[in-house]
Nanobody, 126 residues
Framework: VQLQASGGGLVQAGGSRRLSCAAS????????MGWFRQRPGMGREFIAA????????YYADSVKGRFTISRDSAKNTVYLQMNSLKPEDTAVYYC????????????????????WGQGTLVTVSS
């Protein structure tokens, strides 16, 4: 599976931005896709995840109510709509995908995912 993230850029505080992540290859093997971010000097942080089958979603508390993850199955693309952006949302945003699990699994940590996009920088100015 290959992932291509796009949509980053400069946005003013309070504004909105939509990120896209296009998947190609063995997409039928994916169970979840997620978004993470990495702020300067910090580790990779879970933001949101979506189940490919059914479309259920899960969010980190830090973005709940402001960010929305969605998917277009026909295009094999996942989106992250970011509203009410704050300067502390400035980060490199990564999309990730995981394979179908064999048993119990988590979707909250970077090590839970098997495939990664290249990252796209979002800068929120105050």
């Amino acid at each position: 599976v290959q992932l291509q993230a796009s949509g980053g850029g400069l946005v003013q505080a309070g504004g909105s931005r939509r990120l896209s992540c296009a998947a190609s290859g063995r997409t039928d093997s994916m169970s979840n896709m997620g978004w993470f971010r990495q702020r300067p000097g910090m580790g990779r942080e879970f933001i949101a995840a979506i189940w490919w089958s059914g479309g259920s979603t899960y969010y980190a508390d830090s973005v709940k109510g402001r960010f929305t993850i969605s998917r277009d199955s026909a295009k094999n693309t996942v989106y992250l709509q970011m509203n009410s952006l704050k300067p502390e949302d400035t980060a490199v945003y990564y999309c990730a995908a995981r394979r179908e699990p064999d048993g119990d699994y988590s979707i909250l940590g970077p090590s839970d995912y098997h495939y990664w996009g290249q990252g796209t920088l979002v800068t929120v100015s105050s």
